[in-house]
């Protein structure tokens, strides 16, 4: 039998103590933590929720497009040059993920919610006069067309914060999106392309313990990044679909006092005092 070192008793403690510490995470944060523990809808919920007339959600391609392989955050990241400043658009659809807001894409079809994407609002801006409310994901990358279109609309939904960010244009004949200002870009003095009032600062807290709507000009946001709030805390989707004839407790941006929350659960200043200098991390 092999005699232990005091290296070999050393490993041994270590794996006993990360096997200790993976079974107290597992029962005292996963188990604790609704985050964890996602819940479909149920038929009765779809009943009572569902059946929202005259409202539409619009899916963020031109967003979801942006945060792909050699498209604008590899040219934040400084991984590649002004060719990063165009995004092909390929053949077939792109998959729904974190980025774009997917988990309200999922609810939101479940309940039976109409669908129009960026393209369909900007080759058509008027297809939003026959909806009575709108629901934007994380519709952070807008056309000019598209912005008007949602900016002049009374009811705005604006589920997940940082929406009409960033400015694009879309040559549909070459089937291209060229990034045209925001996210510091043509210059770093520049955050929201459109200089409208959504703020990125919400969107680093995916935790929503503590998060409150507010009112923008047209409409109503939460002020953390829903995407794990939304698959075990329901009720937001009665606020949505009460909206706007009945509103929730509104709060403006001077009584709130956000935190960044980083992915280990801590929260406080955002790095190097910046809200908007990485893109999410999902």
Not at 24 to 52: C, R, S, W
Not at 255 to 269: A, E, F, H, M, W
Request: proline residues 6%; hydrophobic residues 30%; glycine residues 6%.
């Amino acid at each position: 039998m092999k005699n232990f070192t005091k290296k070999d008793w050393l490993l041994l403690f270590l794996s006993a103590g990360l096997a200790l510490f993976g079974i107290l995470y597992n029962q005292y944060v996963i188990a604790d933590d609704p985050m964890f523990h996602p819940k479909e809808l149920t038929d009765n919920e779809i009943k009572i929720l569902g059946n929202d007339q005259n409202a539409v959600m619009v899916y963020p391609i031109f967003t979801q497009y942006a945060y792909s392989e050699k498209g604008f955050y590899d040219f934040y990241k400084g991984k590649c040059g002004s060719s990063c400043l165009i995004i092909y658009f390929k053949n077939g659809a792109i998959p729904p993920g974190f980025n774009m807001g997917k988990n309200g894409y999922d609810y939101l079809d479940k309940l039976g919610y109409d669908l129009v994407t960026d393209i369909d609002i900007d080759q058509n801006p008027k297809i939003l006069e026959k909806y009575d409310k709108i629901i934007l994901l994380h519709n952070e990358y807008m056309t000019q067309k598209e912005f008007d279109a949602i900016k002049n609309h009374k009811n705005v939904v604006y589920l997940y914060p940082n929406a009409m960010y960033a400015k694009v244009f879309v040559d549909y004949d070459k089937n291209t999106m060229t990034l045209i200002r925001g996210h510091g870009f043509p210059e770093k003095t520049i955050d929201n392309g459109f200089d409208y009032v959504t703020s990125s600062q919400y969107e680093y807290d995916t935790k929503c313990k503590n998060y409150q709507w507010k009112a923008n000009p047209n409409g109503i946001q939460p002020t953390c990044y829903p995407e794990y709030l939304l698959t075990y805390d329901h009720s937001i989707f009665q606020v949505i679909k009460d909206f706007p004839k009945k509103l929730p407790s509104l709060v403006t941006d001077t009584n709130l006092r956000i935190k960044y929350c980083y992915d280990n659960g801590t929260c406080g200043d955002p790095p190097n005092g910046k809200w908007n200098h990485v893109p999410i991390n999902p």
